[in-house]
């Protein structure tokens, strides 16, 4: 690896300095700015096609989100203190990496912080990863049209440096950049009481016996007002963002439950009957210690406001039109590629908003944009790309409603991400080669282990992975000796089995 040259001590730190170039033994040299769960999976990824991958990451540790710090740091995702996962472990996992079996299946931050860590290790990828190091800014070389490279820039102690890269693998995931509406709230400015944004929450530490308003509808609104109602005086008033629809507000809940992910939180429902947590419609407007909401109702002598109104996406080392290159939308194909550069080096990873857990989602969107920096791996042309695009920012308007963030269905976009890379399960294959394994992957649970079955990352692990994966969800819970467990459904265990000849006599039919 390349060391890193350092201002001699006399010298203003006023112009990067270029690194030395040196001739690569591993192949094309890829830069992958975060080291977060997305970036750790560019990371590997890279390795696996044989190139020489080097990551940026500004703060002194891996894992990105997940690694908590008691205050919120400038340019980083931050989350409180009391975050557990909403994803089960065995859906949430690198697809070749499962958890320990205790584990429970549903972990707290600090766990999945522990995972990550094991990760990293036992891949080995730390030795590829510049920690404590801020990149600046990432252009095109004046050559880029022929060599597709980059000028990479990055700062560390003050000290600037410059690299060349063949690619370029941005991974520094959507949650940092708060988006904090205040110019939407007419009297907002004039409030004398305090402002939050999420971001900034850590825990309920500092809210004994004040007066709270939580302004949000995701599961960070339903967190905060359900832990801020044990200690906030008389309750919490949590305020529900609404969604306007064209076909009239009456809608507005039923269609909620189909546009937007899904709120988890067990004790929600039991502050609310209790009348510890109050639900009101939107803000009308907001005078110096209070809050007026639509239907006319007032939450008076308000201490606190609490914008749980998620996030925006920025990448300042970058020019925007590269990212935003059209009315100033990200359009980006499958979420991950631009498609007007001249080259196809350069890739988000991590930017979309699945309805499934981000760590098979990231594994694959990295496999995938590596496969095409290496050439292994073809893009369509601008136009088609395009279309594609428009067509999946209409079903996405539809289906999620007008959202800051790219919504999209889980298990449509895996699929279809495989099929790029050559790994998605051939399922009529299974049930003539395998049927027990195809039974799990046709009528189970889409773990994320089957899209290392096959094709390129194949891993050997994976069958073994699957046919094991109720054994490890059900081994936290067995706590105490109450017989033999069984796993769920065994009923329909059987009816899986009478599905394969009525599957196989379907196919024969269709053929026939």
Known sequence: MQKYLHWPQHMPHTAPRTWPQHQATMGKRVAIVGAGVSGL???????????????FERSDDVGGLWKFTDHAEEGRASIYQSVFTNSSKEMMCFPDFPYPDNYPNFMHHSKLQDY????????????????????TEIKKRPDFSFTGQWDVVTEKDGMQESAVFDSVLICSGHHVYP????DDFPGLKGFKGKIYHSREYKGPEGFEGKR???????NSGCDIATELSHTAAQGTDWEVKKIILQDG??????????????VINDDLPARIVCGIVTIKPNIKKFTETSAVFQDGTVFEAIDTVIFATGYGYAYPFLD???????????????????????KPTMAVIGLVQSLGAAIPTV???????VRVIKGTCSLPSVSDMMHDIDEKMRKSLKWFGDSQTIQIDYIAYMDEIASFIGVKPNMLWLFLTDPKLAVEVCFGPCSPYQFRLTGPGKWKGARNAILTQWDR???PMQTRVVGGPQKPYPFFEWLKLLAIPIILIAVFLTLN
């Not at 194909?333 to 001249?342: D, Q, T």
């Open 179 to 182: 988006s904090l509406p205040k």
């Open 320 to 342: 925007d039109s590269i990212i935003k290159s059209r009315n100033n939308e990200v359009t980006l194909f499958k979420g991950v590629f631009p498609p007007p550069l001249e």
């Open 473 to 475: 969800t059900l081994k």
């Open 249 to 262: 507000l009456e809608k507005e809940i039923r269609t909620r439950t189909l546009r937007k992910e899904p």
């Open 41 to 55: 999976a560019s990371i590997r990824a890279c390795l696996e096609e044989g190139l020489e991958p080097t990551c």
């Open 116 to 135: 990550i860590t094991t990760f990293t290790k036992e891949k080995n990828l730390l030795r590829y990863i510049r920690l404590k190091t801020l990149v």
């Open 363 to 369: 594994d694959l969107q990295a496999r995938w944009a």
């Open 212 to 218: 709270v308003l939580v302004v949000g509808l995701g």
